[in-house]
């Protein structure tokens, strides 16, 4: 169901590359008060063992800017300063060896008087990224467009104004781009992406501005990404959901090895149950998941409630656990290892996984 | 995004029309014990409460047969039987006045020593669907595909066996016929119903044979059935999730209003919140989607923690709430309508929904 990657040049961001056929970047925002540096240096380590891979953190004012050397000094992984309005800012985060800095150009350099002046501003921060090696993201929102393209239709509004804050980074040939463009919305959103990639090859930073919750949000989310992502569209990813961010990071992965393009750790497949079942499925899937929390290799594994379509499933995956009343029966990859009462099918799934990664 | 629906022949569920043109229709299924009639009533009437169109049941053995007739009687919404292996729950469904009934082609009639033999049973519960107007769902699933066929490649295999049992259908010229081809994986599962659409004009019936805990099954099965669904393949979805069955009415709905295809009542939409954020937003989005729950009007409500595409994003919105350190403003279509301190945010964005859906 996946088309081919489309094209776009690769970007290094620290360690990171985005775009280029790399890997579909994951990446998340701390949502910490930033002038706190050990929330949110603790808030980013948090992120990196979830399988962050870029974090951004906002910057909203000076007291912001000034506690960024000590939350680079404190930290290895790729950072992304995201900022609004004030250029000031971004040089800031440039000078304390961020590795990328997000401006959005509905804003930036809003405090100018003209639109040279404005340019002036950002051509001041992309100098400056060029000397440091540093990229930058030009990221549009549809809740933020620039007031002179407000009036056109909002795809053609984000569109219009990434191309004229485009213009400087293509006078001064700088080339450590990435773009994004969106709405809340999801067709909206779709859209946008779909033009940025037919006009530009600088890679895609894929999002929606807010979905929600993390239910519906990830639904949001998933239902946008997936559908762009299934079209070789874009580069790294952020799925922006309200709440701990560390379900961003989750929600990604899911999302990225729902369409197989990258895997991290088990997926557990579990059924939704119906009057078949014979055991407590939802259960028995959080303690397996809860028990492989720490787990790194890509296993496939199912939970299963009953004989249909059990057997069948928990054969196809890698491990697997088929539940009958009371009894159930541990898969292996496509073999029963054994039938045991409910209550250690969890712990011998557990033990039959131990025992064949130990194997390998 | 959403290409053209693509054109399948109506069916007739009981008061419902799947296919057709007709809108997708939101589907779940109960998980409690079947031969328990209160609880299974009971929870098919809180689908129904969250916008569950058409409920399955499951109908394991005789005692689940034999439950049927009073669950029939005590439930209006359309209702469909759930039949694995034996022929003659089918026949018991359909005489207790069940709207649909879903049979597994992978196992339907297991019991019969031949390929002749095992046709008759299904032709016999055609003839009595024929006669009592009901409609049939035809399901493969991956994890129960028929053995003669296990050989092939999963999609090919799922083909197969569908083509195989629709012949008797399409011999005694029955025409309420709904079709499913689902798998654990979202690649599989979308190649086997571009096949289905590609191959027959019966309304197809989307979902995953299971995904996985709400989190990340609403994520896998977004990827899958909102692929198809923007390609304008699938009459009616079942979201299937690990757990409380109403989240799977719930993710379908949200799913089908992400795509545009459907809408029923107020989506709420808040920002992920970052170092910027001056209010709770995820309680603030929280207690106004509790607060709405009754509510019917297919509103959008943004919840927003800041001023960069707070009040651009809430201005998009029927009504929003754009907060900043300790205040927060109401907006309703597009104007602010007072700035209040954070903890009045919630009752304001209330009494100005009330006010505006009063005038409306």
Redesign the interface.
């Known amino acids: 169901?996946?088309r081919r990657r489309r094209a776009t040049r690769p970007v290094r961001v620290g360690g990171l590359v985005i775009g280029g056929g790399a890997p579909v970047a994951v990446q998340s925002?701390?949502?910490?008060?930033?002038d706190d540096v050990a929330a949110?240096v603790r808030q980013t380590r948090s992120l990196a063992r979830a399988g962050c891979e870029l974090v951004?953190?906002?910057?909203?004012d000076a007291a912001?800017a000034a506690a960024l050397p000590e939350i680079r000094a404190r930290l290895k992984l790729p950072l992304c300063a995201?900022v609004?309005f004030d250029h000031r800012l971004a040089l800031a985060a440039i000078r304390a060896g961020f590795d990328k800095v997000r401006i959005?150009p509905g804003?930036i350099g809003a405090g100018a008087r003209t639109g040279r002046a404005r340019s002036a501003r950002v051509c001041e921060v992309i100098r400056a990224a060029a000397d440091a090696g540093t990229a930058i993201r030009v990221g549009v929102?549809?809740?933020?467009?620039d007031r002179r393209f407000a009036r056109r239709p909002t795809v053609a509004a984000m569109v219009a104004s990434m191309a004229e804050c485009l213009a400087p980074f293509e006078a001064l040939g700088f080339r450590a781009l990435v773009l994004s463009a969106k709405a809340?919305?999801?067709?909206e959103t779709?859209?946008a992406y779909r033009e940025l990639s037919r006009r530009w090859r600088w890679p895609l930073h894929l999002g929606l501005?807010?979905?929600?919750?993390?239910?519906?949000?990830?639904?949001?989310s998933?239902?946008?990404l997936?559908?762009l992502l299934?079209e070789g569209i874009g580069d790294t990813v952020r799925v922006?959901?309200?709440?701990d961010?560390v379900?961003?990071v989750?929600?990604a992965w899911?999302?990225l090895a729902?369409?197989?393009l990258r895997r991290r750790g088990p997926?557990?497949?579990?059924?939704?149950?119906?009057?078949?079942?014979g055991i407590d499925?939802?259960r028995l899937?959080?303690e397996v998941?809860r028990a492989l929390a720490g787990c790194r290799e890509p296993l496939k594994i199912?939970?299963?409630g009953?004989v249909?379509?059990?057997?069948?499933?928990a054969r196809?995956a890698d491990y697997g656990i088929a539940g009958g009343r009371g009894r159930g029966a541990v898969f292996a990859r496509g073999r029963v290892l054994r039938t045991v009462p409910a209550d250690r099918l969890v712990r011998e799934l557990l033990r039959a996984i131990a025992a064949g990664q130990a194997r390998t």
């Open positions: 169901m996946i925002m701390t949502n910490t008060r930033t949110t951004r953190i906002a910057v909203p912001a995201d609004h959005n804003n929102n549809a809740g933020s467009i809340s919305g999801v067709p779709v859209a501005t807010e979905a929600g919750l993390p239910f519906e949000g990830a639904i949001r998933t239902a946008a997936g559908a299934a922006s959901l309200t709440g961010p379900r961003e989750e929600a899911e999302l729902a369409l197989g997926l557990v497949y579990a059924c939704p149950t119906c009057g078949r079942t499925v939802a899937a959080r998941k199912a939970v299963m009953c249909v379509n059990g057997p069948g499933e196809a």
